[in-house]
């Protein structure tokens, strides 16, 4: 039984970062792409970005390329979003997911296991 917990969100000000983490158990994440999706108020889930087994990484656009960075350590089962040069338009509850078929996608449908979220408020 798959189980992903994030941690790491809070309020910070704009410019300033917060690194997110989203721990594994009950699987070898070697075997997973993961990925960090999140949701603003009202609105629908959004890829931000995922890692896969070979540590490709991927963002959804360039401006999160350049201040959020994806990683994770297969030895502790985590993956990280690190994100520096906050905006108050990043202000969203961050989720994890991982997906067990080869390759990643920014499509949700394609992640069958989520965490219940992180919340990140940048004011």
């Known amino acids: 039984h798959v189980q992903l917990v994030e941690s790491g969100g809070g309020s910070v000000q704009a410019g300033g970062s917060l690194r997110l983490s989203c721990t594994a158990s009950g699987y070898t994440s070697d075997h997973y792409c993961l990925a960090w999706f999140r949701q603003e108020p009202g609105k629908g889930r959004e890829a931000v970005a995922t890692i896969g087994e070979d540590g490709n990484t991927y963002y959804t656009d360039d401006s999160m390329k350049g201040r959020f960075n994806i990683s994770r350590d297969a030895q502790t089962n985590t993956v990280y979003l690190q994100m520096d040069s906050l905006k108050p338009e990043d202000t969203a509850m961050y989720h994890c997911?991982?997906?067990?078929?080869?390759?990643?996608?920014?499509?949700?449908?394609?992640?069958?296991?989520w965490g219940q979220g992180t919340q990140v408020t940048v004011s």
């Open positions: 997911a991982a997906r067990r078929e080869s390759g990643c996608t920014f499509r949700l449908q394609g992640y069958s296991v």
